[in-house]
């Protein structure tokens, strides 16, 4: 689950959530103090979960995007071989290509 579902999780789930907790709950207060719950209850997979692998790569941390989707196929309990798999370190271009790019556009 990536960080982008969560958050719609939170919109889907949150009015529904909101209107039985209005329902019950009487005291703006208390409804704050509910609905800053259920908000902190949501934050959890943020913490608890890894940065994404796309994300890794994109700042050069080619080892631990390894780990992370080595993680991911045990736990689809599917195997996986990266030595098959080409992981791209940030965009993908080298050096040359950005010099030869700059100076196109100069």
């Given at each position: 689950?990536?960080?982008?579902?969560?958050?719609?999780?939170?919109?889907v789930l949150g009015y529904p959530i909101l209107v039985c907790l209005c329902y019950?709950?009487?005291s703006w207060p208390f409804i704050y103090l509910a609905s800053g719950l259920v908000i902190a209850?949501?934050?959890i997979p943020v913490i608890l979960l890894p940065?994404?692998?796309r994300y890794l790569l994109s700042i050069g941390k080619v080892e631990e995007a390894r780990k992370v989707l080595i993680m991911?196929?045990?736990l689809a309990k599917k195997p996986i071989d990266l030595d098959c798999v080409n992981l791209v370190v940030g965009d993908g271009a080298t050096k040359e290509d950005r010099r030869s790019t700059?100076?196109?556009?100069?």
């Open positions: 689950i990536y960080y982008s579902t969560c958050s719609q999780l939170i919109w019950f709950i009487h209850v949501t934050f940065d994404s692998p991911y196929s045990n700059a100076e196109k556009n100069s």
